[in-house]
Each structure stands twice: as structure tokens, then as C-alpha cells.
């Protein structure tokens, strides 16, 4: 089940916040978000929710030996102990097949490869226990002594998806006590409607596009034109923006509805003005994880440039192996780093001297880092990585030229979505309002239908399976 489904959105959830509220007590209302939260995980079968469930007896156990004990070298066993168990099982279900791939290629042995499926939600849920018991061995929040709570907190089936990574310490006390005002309800219904209408009338239409333009197989590829291989990566860059951001929205909304305030993941990245600036807008939870719990124990920059360099290596090593189980994400991970390294030690100074350049160049790296993320057959990879570059392929087909003047409105609309112009200008009027005291009946009338117009374009584009509405305006 997915947040951008008709039986998520009319059923589930709307089941789910029809009980919630008829609850009463915040106890009762834990209790119908845990039951519902585990019915989301079993949706794709019961054996799932039991590795869940033992992941997170794995965490709970853990936490209390670590808080009941003052000996350090007894707290580093139980976190030790933590950490073996939940990256191994992490590690069995994502990167078994991976690693057996790469023996039988080089030994040829296993003859057979298992095939493992990969659990919903394994590698967030995983990381938010991990974050936590490191969180009870530094003292930074409390172990949770009931169990039910702990498991309320790692299946939250808002975030379980494609996160943002919600920490223990942002939602302790909101598990405990919580209250919720009609303006997080406002909020939240508005952030979920605005998510639901960038994943399925912006992302799967992009996605469509990018799918035509960049077809399936070697042979499609080496067909396809020059423009038509750009102008797909660029379409795909909309869409995977896009498609990521709208989950972490629905996220958001869905915990504001219910008195939960999870961080931002997201602050426009194709806005930013270097790759660093980018990492800092790009999920932003998955980059503090690293920051916090990889890269700042392993020393940081405080150790000097080669171990600051080593540091790094092993964060975006991680970063791009955490994203999927295959060498094109590693690849990715270490792309950036070699970007990265380069801002650190060589132009960094130079790009913050002429933004508009450092825009330009982030959002050229970033493009082709998606050919790096988008492919795994790296035969595939290679021939569209030339092709860009004009090397056998014509410049223009008829089919790109077609493709590229029926979609002209959804790039140009993409464009400004990607962008904090929307945000800007709406904050922008709140401002003045405040200013003269007074909030214009058309911004109130706005912000009342806006929900109600992009649920009902939602709900048109998930019926109509591949509805477009910017076809409407082709040349």
C-alpha cells in the first residue's frame, strides 16, 4: 500500500483519523495509531511485521541494559551488541543477493542466488532504532521503558517509506503528551494535499515522459536522440525530486494532523548553489544521520585533511550504498564526494564569489549524478552518458521534437515547483497582512480551496491512471 493509492487516501487513512479522533485519551489514540501502523507494515505480508517486531525488542533491550548500567565498557558492549544485530539483519535482507552477485561473478560460485525481498521500510526503520539507542548511550534522551511506545515510534507507517528519518529525541515528548490545534489540522490536511498532488500529477507525469524518452534496454537507448536522452534526465530529475519530496510532505502532513511535528527533509535543492549547498537541502534526515552518527565519531575535520578526507570517503561510501544494492549507487555516493572534496580543498571560496555560476554548476553535477543514480546496467549507463555528448546518436528525432512541445507546460510548471517561488510569495502576503492587521479574504479563500482543488486533480490523475492535465495545452 502507498500513500498515492485511492484505498490509502479514502480508506486507511480516512479510517485511521476517524478512529484517531473518536479515541479521546492520548493513550487510546497511541494504541489506534500503533494497531493501524501495524496493519500498514503486514499489508505486504505478516512474516515483515514480525522481523519489525523483533527489530525493535532488539532496540528496546538493548536501550534499557545500556541505561540501567554506569560502567562504560558494559554500555559499549550492549550498543556493540545493537549494532551487529540490526546492521546484519539490515544487511542480509538489502545487500545478500548484492554480495553473492559480485562472488559468482569473480569465483563463480553460489549457482544459485537467493532471492531475498527487501522489507518495507527496513533501512528507516532500522536507522531510527539505531539513532536512538546510540541517542540513550550518549545520554541524550531516555530509555523508553515500554515497549508498545518504542514500537509506536519505529512503525509509524507516516514515515516509513521514504522517510524523513524521524529521531526519538524530535518525537519523545510527543508520544507521551501531545496536543493538537485546528491550525495543525489546517496544516497538515494542506501539506498532504500539497504532497498528493506533486506525486501523482507532477512525478508520474514526468515520470512518463522520462520512461519514453529513456526506454527500457541497450537497444532503445542507442536509438534514442541526443535531445531526447537530455531532455529525459532532465524530466527524470524533475520527477525523482519530485516523486521523494511529495512522501516526506504527505509525511509531515499526516503527522501534523495528528499532533506530530516532524523535521523538514527537504529545502528546495535544485535552488542550491553548490553541491555542499545541496546536500544541506537534500534529505536532509538521511544527511544528518551520517553527519551524527558516521562521520562526527569518526573524527570530523578535527583530525586534519587526510583523515577528514577518510571521514568523508566512508560517509558518501555508506551514503551511496544505503540508497540501493547495486555499484551505480556507490558510484553516485562517491561522484559526489569527489565533488564535494573539491569545493573543501579547491574552488569552494570561488563558487560563493558568483552564485549564479555555482547554480548553474550544482545543477549540472546534480544532473548527471542522476544518470549515475537511474542506471544500474552499467553498459546502459555508458551509452547514454556518450549519447548525451552527441557520440552516434543524431541530435533530434520526431519523437523527441513531439514528446518535448505536448509537455513544454508540465517542464515549465516543474520548473517553478521546484522552486521556493510559491512559498515566497505566500509568505510574502501573510507578511503585508500582518502589517495592515488584516488577511485578505482572497488569500483565506485560497488557502481554504487549494486543498479541495489539488485532492480532487489527485484523484483524477490515481483514476485515471495516466491523466495529464497539462496535455491540454499542446501545440
Not at 494497531?35 to 514480525?50: C, D, E, T
Not at 535482507?93 to 560460485?109: H, V
Not at 540513550?136 to 517509506?161: D, N, T
Not at 479541495?452 to 483514476?463: G, P, Q, R
Given at each position: 500500500?502507498?500513500f498515492?493509492?485511492?484505498?490509502?487516501?479514502?480508506?486507511?487513512?480516512?479510517?485511521?483519523?476517524?478512529?484517531?479522533?473518536?479515541?479521546?485519551?492520548?493513550?487510546?489514540?497511541?494504541?489506534?495509531?500503533?494497531?493501524?501502523?501495524?496493519?500498514?507494515?503486514?499489508?505486504?505480508?505478516?512474516?515483515?511485521l514480525?522481523?519489525?517486531?523483533?527489530?525493535?525488542?532488539?532496540?528496546?533491550?538493548?536501550?534499557?541494559?545500556?541505561?540501567?548500567?554506569?560502567?562504560k565498557?558494559g554500555?559499549?558492549?550492549?550498543?556493540?551488541?545493537?549494532?551487529?544485530?540490526?546492521?546484519?539483519?539490515l544487511?542480509?535482507?538489502?545487500?545478500?543477493?548484492?554480495?553473492?552477485?559480485?562472488?559468482?561473478?569473480?569465483?563463480?560460485?553460489?549457482?544459485?542466488?537467493?532471492?531475498?525481498?527487501?522489507?518495507?521500510g527496513?533501512?528507516?526503520y532500522?536507522?531510527?532504532?539505531?539513532?536512538?539507542?546510540?541517542?540513550?548511550?550518549r545520554?541524550?534522551?531516555?530509555?523508553?521503558?515500554?515497549?508498545?511506545?518504542?514500537?509506536?515510534?519505529?512503525?509509524?507507517?507516516?514515515q516509513?517509506?521514504?522517510?524523513?528519518?524521524?529521531?526519538?529525541?524530535?518525537?519523545?515528548?510527543?508520544?507521551?503528551?501531545?496536543?493538537?490545534?485546528y491550525?495543525d489540522?489546517?496544516d497538515?490536511?494542506?501539506?498532504?494535499?500539497?504532497?498528493?498532488?506533486?506525486?501523482?500529477?507532477?512525478?508520474n507525469?514526468?515520470?512518463?515522459?522520462?520512461?519514453?524518452?529513456?526506454?527500457?534496454?541497450?537497444?532503445?537507448?542507442?536509438?534514442?536522440?541526443?535531445?531526447?536522452?537530455?531532455?529525459g534526465?532532465?524530466?527524470y530529475?524533475?520527477?525523482?525530486?519530485?516523486?521523494?519530496?511529495?512522501?516526506?510532505?504527505?509525511?509531515?502532513?499526516?503527522?501534523r494532523?495528528v499532533?506530530?511535528?516532524?523535521?523538514?527533509?527537504?529545502?528546495?535543492?535544485?535552488?542550491?548553489?553548490?553541491?555542499?549547498?545541496?546536500?544541506?537541502?537534500?534529505?536532509?534526515?538521511l544527511?544528518?544521520?551520517?553527519?551524527?552518527?558516521?562521520?562526527?565519531?569518526?573524527?570530523?575535520?578535527?583530525?586534519?585533511n587526510?583523515?577528514?578526507?577518510?571521514?568523508?570517503?566512508?560517509?558518501?561510501?555508506l551514503?551511496?550504498?544505503?540508497?540501493?544494492?547495486?555499484?551505480?549507487?556507490?558510484?553516485?555516493?562517491?561522484?559526489?564526494f569527489?565533488?564535494?572534496?573539491g569545493?573543501?580543498?579547491?574552488?569552494?571560496?570561488?563558487?560563493?564569489?558568483?552564485?549564479?555560476?555555482?547554480?548553474?554548476?550544482?545543477?549540472?553535477?546534480?544532473?548527471?549524478?542522476?544518470v549515475?543514480?537511474?542506471?544500474?546496467?552499467?553498459?546502459?549507463?555508458?551509452?547514454?552518458?556518450?549519447?548525451?555528448?552527441?557520440?552516434?546518436?543524431?541530435?533530434?528525432?520526431?519523437?523527441?521534437?513531439?514528446?518535448?512541445?505536448n509537455?513544454?507546460?508540465?517542464?515549465?510548471?516543474?520548473?517553478?515547483?521546484?522552486?521556493?517561488?510559491?512559498?515566497?510569495?505566500?509568505s510574502?502576503?501573510?507578511?503585508r497582512?500582518?502589517?495592515?492587521?488584516?488577511?485578505?479574504?482572497?488569500?483565506?479563500?485560497?488557502?481554504?480551496?487549494?486543498?479541495?482543488?489539488?485532492?480532487?486533480?489527485?484523484?483524477?490523475a490515481?483514476?485515471g491512471?495516466?491523466?495529464?492535465p497539462?496535455?491540454?495545452f499542446?501545440?
Amino acid at each position: 500500500m502507498v500513500f498515492s493509492s485511492l484505498l490509502f487516501v479514502f480508506a486507511f487513512l480516512a479510517l485511521n483519523l476517524l478512529a484517531y479522533f473518536f479515541a479521546g485519551t492520548i493513550k487510546r489514540r497511541n494504541v489506534v495509531l500503533l494497531l493501524f501502523s501495524l496493519i500498514f507494515y503486514s499489508w505486504g505480508g505478516p512474516k515483515y511485521l514480525i522481523l519489525l517486531l523483533g527489530m525493535t525488542g532488539i532496540s528496546w533491550f538493548c536501550a534499557r541494559k545500556i541505561s540501567g548500567r554506569d560502567d562504560k565498557k558494559g554500555k559499549k558492549r550492549w550498543l556493540a551488541v545493537e549494532c551487529v544485530l540490526m546492521l546484519g539483519l539490515l544487511g542480509f535482507f538489502k545487500y545478500t543477493g548484492f554480495f553473492l552477485e559480485n562472488i559468482q561473478l569473480l569465483t563463480g560460485f553460489p549457482k544459485v542466488i537467493p532471492e531475498i525481498v527487501l522489507p518495507i521500510g527496513i533501512s528507516f526503520y532500522t536507522f531510527q532504532l539505531l539513532s536512538y539507542v546510540v541517542d540513550v548511550y550518549r545520554g541524550e534522551v531516555e530509555a523508553q521503558p515500554k515497549y508498545w511506545k518504542l514500537l509506536l515510534y519505529s512503525s509509524l507507517f507516516h514515515q516509513c517509506i521514504a522517510g524523513p528519518i524521524v529521531r526519538y529525541q524530535t518525537v519523545e515528548h510527543e508520544i507521551e503528551e501531545r496536543k493538537i490545534t485546528y491550525r495543525d489540522i489546517s496544516d497538515g490536511v494542506r501539506r498532504f494535499s500539497i504532497g498528493l498532488a506533486k506525486k501523482a500529477i507532477l512525478a508520474n507525469s514526468c515520470a512518463s515522459v522520462a520512461d519514453t524518452l529513456l526506454p527500457a534496454g541497450l537497444e532503445g537507448l542507442q536509438a534514442a536522440s541526443t535531445a531526447g536522452l537530455w531532455l529525459g534526465m532532465i524530466f527524470y530529475m524533475f520527477q525523482i525530486y519530485l516523486d521523494f519530496s511529495a512522501y516526506s510532505d504527505m509525511a509531515i502532513g499526516m503527522g501534523r494532523m495528528v499532533g506530530f511535528h516532524y523535521l523538514e527533509n527537504f529545502d528546495y535543492p535544485y535552488m542550491a548553489k553548490s553541491i555542499q549547498d545541496f546536500w544541506r537541502r537534500w534529505h536532509i534526515s538521511l544527511s544528518t544521520f551520517f553527519r551524527d552518527y558516521v562521520y562526527i565519531p569518526l573524527g570530523g575535520s578535527r583530525a586534519g585533511n587526510l583523515l577528514t578526507v577518510r571521514n568523508m570517503f566512508c560517509v558518501w561510501f555508506l551514503t551511496g550504498l544505503w540508497h540501493g544494492a547495486s555499484w551505480n549507487y556507490v558510484f553516485w555516493g562517491l561522484y559526489m564526494f569527489l565533488f564535494l572534496m573539491g569545493e573543501r580543498f579547491i574552488y569552494g571560496k570561488a563558487l560563493k564569489k558568483v552564485p549564479v555560476v555555482g547554480h548553474i554548476y550544482a545543477v549540472i553535477a546534480v544532473l548527471f549524478g542522476w544518470v549515475l543514480f537511474k542506471f544500474e546496467n552499467l553498459q546502459q549507463l555508458g551509452t547514454v552518458l556518450a549519447g548525451m555528448f552527441g557520440n552516434g546518436h543524431v541530435w533530434m528525432n520526431t519523437e523527441t521534437s513531439i514528446l518535448f512541445k505536448n509537455n513544454i507546460f508540465l517542464l515549465l510548471f516543474c520548473i517553478i515547483a521546484v522552486t521556493s517561488l510559491g512559498k515566497t510569495f505566500r509568505s510574502w502576503w501573510y507578511r503585508r497582512a500582518d502589517n495592515v492587521r488584516k488577511v485578505p479574504y482572497g488569500m483565506l479563500f485560497l488557502d481554504m480551496v487549494t486543498p479541495v482543488i489539488l485532492l480532487l486533480l489527485s484523484v483524477m490523475a490515481l483514476v485515471g491512471n495516466s491523466y495529464n492535465p497539462f496535455l491540454y495545452f499542446q501545440f
